[in-house]
């Protein structure tokens, strides 16, 4: 079975960001892929770059069009 997840490294240990579908004290073999910078251009790409976080944690409607086209309205 291959399973694949997101997790982050505190420092000692990767803490997944939620649930994963293995047995207790399960012993596996653990491939890093760092997670590629990308430039958010668009709200749009800032949206779904929270929805692949952990979408509890962020709103993501609360943000202001700061757009030169928006400070004259």
Do not use: W
Not at 2 to 10: G, L, N, P, S, Y
Not at 48 to 59: A, G, P, R
């Amino acid at each position: 079975m291959t399973t694949t997840f997101r997790a982050r490294f505190d420092g000692k240990v990767f803490v997944p960001h939620g649930p994963v579908d293995l047995p207790v004290d399960e012993e596996v073999t653990v491939q890093v892929t760092p997670k590629k910078q990308r430039r958010i251009k668009t709200v749009e790409e800032l949206r779904e770059l929270f929805k692949e976080m952990d979408e509890d944690s962020v709103e993501v409607n609360h943000f202001i069009d700061h757009s030169r086209e928006s400070c004259y309205d």
